[in-house]
C-alpha cells in the first residue's frame, strides 16, 4: 500500500488534473473496454466472468461461447453444467456459471430478458456488485460511472487524482473532481493508462505522458 499511496495530503488542483485527463484523451479519443461484446447482455455475462481474470482470457472463452448462445434464453438452456463447458478456463468458473444462469432467469422473469438501466436493479442480480454495475452503465448506456478496480485505484493514488484507502472511496473522490468533459471516458483511461503504462510493480513512468502532472513520489524515469 505505502507504494501506491501518494502522500495523503496530496490533492492535485484542478488544473494537474484537467491537463492528466486532456493528455490521455488526446492519445485515446474514444476509448472503450477491451471485452469483446455486443449489445448490454454479452457485456454484462463477460463483466461478470472478468471477475480475477484477464480481459484475453474472457474474450477467449466467450469467443466459443457467444456463437452458441448470447441471450438470456439461451444460456439459460445451456444450463449450470452446459455454461461451465464454456467458461471453465476462467478462474472461479463454478460460482460464475451459477450466477449467470440465475441473473439470466431472473432477467426474463422480470425485465422482459433485458438488462436493466439502474444501479439498484443491475446490483440485485446475481454476480453483479457495484464495479460491475458502473462498467455496464458506463460501457453499455453511456452513464458518468467510474468502476474502480484495482489498476485504477493504483492509477488516482498514484497520480494524486484521487486518494482514497478503498475502492468506494476512490470512486466517490473521482465523481466529484473530475470535471464533467471527462468523466464518461474517465474509467477507460485510467484503466488503460494502469494496465499499460502505471503498471503495478514497475510502472514505465520514462513512458508516461501524464507524468509532469503526477505525484507519485517514486518515479523511475531511466
Known sequence: MADTLANKDIVLNREKRTAIFRTLRDRMPAPTTELEYQGPFELLVAVILSAQATDVGV?????????????PESILALGVDGLKRYIRTIGLFNNKAENIIKACRILIEQHNSEVPRS?????????????TANVVLNTAFGEPTIAVDTHIFRVANRTGIAIGKTPLEVEKRLLRSTPD???KDAHHWLILHGRYVCKAR?????ECPVIDWCEYTKKDVS
Not at 474474450?59 to 441471450?71: D, E, G, S
Open 181 to 183: 468533459e471527462f468523466k
Open 119 to 131: 444501479r439498484k436493479e443491475l446490483e440485485a442480480l446475481p454476480g453483479v456488485g457495484r464495479k
Open 202 to 206: 514497475k510502472p514505465l513512468c520514462g
Open 59 to 71: 474474450n477467449k472463452a466467450t469467443a466459443k461461447l457467444y456463437p452458441v448462445a448470447r441471450t
